[in-house]
Protein backbone atom coordinates (compact mmCIF):
# COMPACT_ATOMS: atom_id res chain seq x y z
CA UNK A 1 0.00 0.00 0.00
CA UNK A 2 2.98 2.29 0.12
CA UNK A 3 2.84 2.76 -3.68
CA UNK A 4 -0.60 3.96 -3.80
CA UNK A 5 -1.00 7.71 -5.26
CA UNK A 6 -4.68 8.33 -4.12
CA UNK A 7 -4.57 10.89 -6.94
CA UNK A 8 -4.09 8.87 -10.03
CA UNK A 9 -7.37 7.62 -9.12
CA UNK A 10 -9.35 10.62 -9.62
CA UNK A 11 -6.82 11.77 -13.19
CA UNK A 12 -8.12 7.56 -14.58
CA UNK A 13 -11.86 8.91 -13.33
CA UNK A 14 -11.25 11.70 -15.33
CA UNK A 15 -10.11 10.01 -18.80
CA UNK A 16 -12.89 7.51 -18.23
CA UNK A 17 -15.48 10.22 -17.80
CA UNK A 18 -14.26 12.20 -21.09
CA UNK A 19 -13.65 8.89 -22.90
CA UNK A 20 -17.81 8.29 -22.40
CA UNK A 21 -18.94 12.00 -22.83
CA UNK A 22 -17.29 11.53 -26.68
CA UNK A 23 -18.27 7.80 -27.65
CA UNK A 24 -22.06 8.62 -26.38
CA UNK A 25 -22.10 11.16 -29.74
CA UNK A 26 -20.18 9.24 -31.68
CA UNK A 27 -22.68 5.98 -31.46
CA UNK A 28 -25.90 7.89 -31.99
CA UNK A 29 -23.90 9.44 -35.09
CA UNK A 30 -22.97 5.68 -36.33
CA UNK A 31 -26.60 4.80 -35.35
CA UNK A 32 -27.65 7.89 -38.04
CA UNK A 33 -25.43 6.61 -40.49
CA UNK A 34 -26.52 3.01 -40.18
CA UNK A 35 -30.15 3.92 -40.73
CA UNK A 36 -29.41 5.96 -43.62
CA UNK A 37 -27.67 3.65 -45.72
CA UNK A 38 -30.24 0.79 -44.53
CA UNK A 39 -32.59 2.95 -46.16
CA UNK A 40 -30.80 3.35 -49.03
CA UNK A 41 -29.52 -0.15 -49.79
CA UNK A 42 -33.47 -0.82 -49.45
CA UNK A 43 -34.36 1.60 -52.37
CA UNK A 44 -31.46 -0.30 -54.30
CA UNK A 45 -33.94 -3.15 -53.99
CA UNK A 46 -31.15 -4.82 -51.44
CA UNK A 47 -31.52 -6.18 -48.15
CA UNK A 48 -31.13 -3.14 -45.42
CA UNK A 49 -29.09 -5.20 -43.02
CA UNK A 50 -26.35 -5.99 -45.88
CA UNK A 51 -24.91 -2.39 -44.63
CA UNK A 52 -23.85 -3.45 -41.21
CA UNK A 53 -21.98 -6.56 -42.38
CA UNK A 54 -18.33 -5.76 -43.42
CA UNK A 55 -16.58 -6.86 -47.06
CA UNK A 56 -20.62 -8.44 -47.91
CA UNK A 57 -21.51 -4.22 -47.62
CA UNK A 58 -19.13 -3.43 -49.94
CA UNK A 59 -20.20 -6.26 -52.38
CA UNK A 60 -23.61 -5.12 -52.31
CA UNK A 61 -23.02 -1.33 -53.05
CA UNK A 62 -21.11 -2.39 -56.00
CA UNK A 63 -24.11 -4.46 -57.46
CA UNK A 64 -26.01 -1.23 -56.25
CA UNK A 65 -23.41 1.01 -58.70
CA UNK A 66 -22.94 -1.78 -61.26
CA UNK A 67 -19.46 -2.59 -61.25
CA UNK A 68 -17.93 -6.04 -61.14
CA UNK A 69 -17.64 -7.80 -57.54
CA UNK A 70 -13.38 -8.28 -58.33
CA UNK A 71 -13.51 -4.43 -56.84
CA UNK A 72 -13.64 -5.81 -53.97
CA UNK A 73 -10.06 -6.47 -53.61
CA UNK A 74 -9.04 -2.75 -55.24
CA UNK A 75 -10.43 -1.66 -51.98
CA UNK A 76 -7.72 -3.59 -50.33
CA UNK A 77 -5.14 -2.13 -51.81
CA UNK A 78 -3.51 1.10 -49.61
CA UNK A 79 -3.74 4.00 -51.86
CA UNK A 80 -5.66 2.27 -54.64
CA UNK A 81 -8.70 2.11 -52.25
CA UNK A 82 -8.83 5.85 -51.55
CA UNK A 83 -9.75 6.10 -55.67
CA UNK A 84 -12.12 3.05 -55.53
CA UNK A 85 -13.69 4.22 -52.41
CA UNK A 86 -14.88 7.87 -53.87
CA UNK A 87 -15.28 6.92 -57.29
CA UNK A 88 -17.64 4.32 -55.62
CA UNK A 89 -19.36 6.90 -53.93
CA UNK A 90 -19.79 8.89 -57.09
CA UNK A 91 -21.65 5.88 -58.53
CA UNK A 92 -23.81 5.87 -56.05
CA UNK A 93 -24.97 9.51 -56.01
CA UNK A 94 -25.27 9.13 -59.78
CA UNK A 95 -27.12 6.11 -59.22
CA UNK A 96 -29.87 8.22 -57.33
CA UNK A 97 -29.61 10.76 -59.58
CA UNK A 98 -27.34 13.51 -57.55
CA UNK A 99 -24.03 15.21 -59.22
CA UNK A 100 -20.69 14.96 -58.01
CA UNK A 101 -21.65 18.13 -55.37
CA UNK A 102 -23.51 15.25 -53.15
CA UNK A 103 -20.38 12.90 -53.98
CA UNK A 104 -18.81 15.31 -52.23
CA UNK A 105 -20.91 15.54 -49.50
CA UNK A 106 -21.26 11.99 -48.75
CA UNK A 107 -17.17 11.93 -49.27
CA UNK A 108 -16.83 14.42 -46.01
CA UNK A 109 -20.07 14.69 -44.73
CA UNK A 110 -20.94 11.42 -44.70
CA UNK A 111 -22.91 11.32 -41.77
CA UNK A 112 -25.40 14.38 -42.80
CA UNK A 113 -25.23 12.91 -46.91
CA UNK A 114 -26.08 9.38 -46.18
CA UNK A 115 -29.51 9.86 -44.07
CA UNK A 116 -30.46 12.24 -46.71
CA UNK A 117 -29.84 9.81 -49.26
CA UNK A 118 -31.97 7.51 -47.84
CA UNK A 119 -34.90 9.61 -45.72
CA UNK A 120 -35.07 11.68 -48.62
CA UNK A 121 -37.73 11.60 -51.81
CA UNK A 122 -34.73 9.83 -54.14
CA UNK A 123 -35.02 7.53 -56.30
CA UNK A 124 -32.83 4.84 -57.00
CA UNK A 125 -32.33 5.09 -60.99
CA UNK A 126 -30.31 2.18 -61.61
CA UNK A 127 -26.81 1.19 -61.79
CA UNK A 128 -24.96 5.03 -61.92
CA UNK A 129 -27.84 5.78 -63.84
CA UNK A 130 -26.15 5.33 -66.79
CA UNK A 131 -23.27 7.48 -65.60
CA UNK A 132 -25.75 10.47 -65.29
CA UNK A 133 -26.33 10.85 -68.63
CA UNK A 134 -30.06 12.24 -68.25
CA UNK A 135 -29.18 14.17 -65.24
CA UNK A 136 -31.10 17.65 -64.98
CA UNK A 137 -32.62 19.54 -62.73
CA UNK A 138 -36.41 19.16 -62.13
CA UNK A 139 -39.29 21.83 -61.66
CA UNK A 140 -40.82 20.12 -58.37
CA UNK A 141 -44.15 21.83 -59.12
CA UNK A 142 -44.47 21.19 -62.56
CA UNK A 143 -42.34 18.18 -63.78
CA UNK A 144 -44.60 17.72 -67.67
CA UNK A 145 -43.58 21.67 -68.47
CA UNK A 146 -40.18 21.32 -67.82
CA UNK A 147 -37.80 24.46 -68.53
CA UNK A 148 -33.60 23.91 -68.43
CA UNK A 149 -32.45 26.90 -66.90
CA UNK A 150 -29.38 26.89 -68.85
CA UNK A 151 -31.76 27.43 -72.48
CA UNK A 152 -33.31 30.64 -73.51
CA UNK A 153 -36.75 30.21 -73.20
CA UNK A 154 -39.21 29.09 -75.81
CA UNK A 155 -42.00 30.90 -77.27
Excluded: H
Aim: aromatic share 16%; net charge neutral.
Amino acid sequence: MQDYDPNSTGAVAAVMAVFAAMLIPIIIIWVIVIAGQWKVYAKAGKPGWACIIPIYNLIVMLEIVGKPIWWIFLFLIPCVNIIFVIWTLNLVSKSFGQSEGFTLGLIFLGFIFWPILGFGNYQYLGPSAAEAGGLRPRDPFNSTNYQDPNQPPQA
